[in-house]
């Protein structure tokens, strides 16, 4: 089975803090993403990798940066925290054919105070 | 951009009950899929819809898929408490997909 792990299930930042968000896929994927969750909003793509050191914005990067240093591993940084940023976090992972299932981390729920 | 729209957006039914929740676009996709997300967790892939008009059975839930290949249903025959979600269709472009904001479904006993 695919895992796709995240480094946090709660994290809870200060206004300003810089946070790491971590995830891991086991399963060899080219793609990886990272998504967040709002109530009545659905999911809105931040940014996403098809390759290592590759990526390309999603719909909502600003305020986001990422890195992709190996396969496996795929971060989203928050240079600076605002609480805007409060949300629920999603990282997901899949092969490399276009339009390829998406596997997902169980999700980091991040609070900016 | 959200180029795809769910309906209903809420549904509460008693278990036994049959419901069909809709997932409609303007664009065509090359392939659409659903996902079940429980409370406090991550999506997890229900099915992958691919050719126009094709009709996919996973025990009691059936998917469709528009001839036209723009929007999709998702039946579900006697509805059990284990039904209970969020369920999000979603569409392929290019690498990424497109996301509904999903239909928040609870089943009672």
């Known amino acids: 089975d695919v895992k796709v792990t995240q480094s946090s299930r709660y994290l809870v930042k200060r206004t300003g803090e810089k946070v790491f968000l971590e995830c891991v896929q086991d399963m060899d994927h080219e793609n990886m993403f990272w998504y967040r969750q709002d109530p009545g909003l659905g999911l809105r793509l931040i940014y996403f990798?098809?390759?290592?050191?590759?990526?390309e914005k999603g719909d909502i990067p600003e305020g986001y940066s990422v890195s992709r240093e190996k396969k496996e591993r795929f971060s989203l940084i928050l240079e600076s925290a605002s609480t805007n940023q409060t949300s629920m976090y999603l990282c997901a992972s899949s092969g490399s054919r276009e339009g390829y299932e998406q596997y997902f981390g169980p999700g980091t729920r991040l609070t900016v105070t | 951009t959200q180029l795809l729209e769910q309906s209903p957006q809420f549904l509460s039914i008693q278990e036994g009950e049959n419901l069909t929740v809709y997932c409609n676009s303007s664009s065509v996709f090359s392939s659409l899929q659903w996902y079940r997300q429980e409370p406090g967790e991550g999506p997890v892939l229900l099915v992958t819809v691919v050719t126009g008009g094709e009709v996919k059975k996973l025990k009691r839930l059936t998917f469709q898929f528009g001839d036209a290949r723009k929007d999709s249903s998702l039946h579900i025959t006697a509805a059990q408490t284990g039904d209970t979600g969020l369920y999000l269709c979603?569409?392929?472009?290019?690498?990424?997909?497109?996301f509904g904001k999903g239909t928040s479904l609870l089943v009672t006993p």
């Open positions: 990798s098809y390759d290592v050191k590759m990526k």
């Open positions: 979603a569409g392929a472009k290019g690498y990424a997909l497109n």
